[in-house]
């Protein structure tokens, strides 16, 4: 097995593991309100994105290089970026159909200010 695809392999491997936990998080943080095709763009777009380091650091250590690190980081980020933005198509015209609540006067009188 060549360095390249090893190098591949171990940051698919670790963004995947890694990009269920961000996702998760990111997905208790704020709601995904553009159902079951927004939450795979969001699990992609963060797995691409946490794979980053160690995609770089494994092709370093296999002495792949700058030459190997580098274009490989961009394909992993690029691939983030498209998957988060594919995210924001689906998920933008669900999250306008929620209605925001606001600030009331009952907030107001609780909120001690």
Not at 58 to 79: I, N
Not at 96 to 104: A, I
């Amino acid at each position: 097995m060549n360095n390249t695809l090893l190098a591949l392999i171990i940051g698919l491997g670790f963004g995947l593991v890694l990009g269920y936990f961000v996702a998760r998080s990111s997905a208790r943080r704020e709601k995904i309100y553009g159902g079951q095709v927004a939450q795979i763009f969001h699990y992609i777009g963060a797995a691409a994105v946490t794979g980053v380091l160690p995609v770089v650091i494994a092709s370093l250590v296999l002495r792949g290089g700058f030459g190997l690190a580098f274009p490989l980081a961009v394909s992993f980020m690029v691939s983030g970026f498209l998957a988060l933005i594919l995210f924001a198509i689906v998920e933008q015209p669900a999250r306008s159909q929620v209605e925001t609540r606001g600030w009331t006067e009952q907030d107001a009188r609780t909120s001690g200010l």
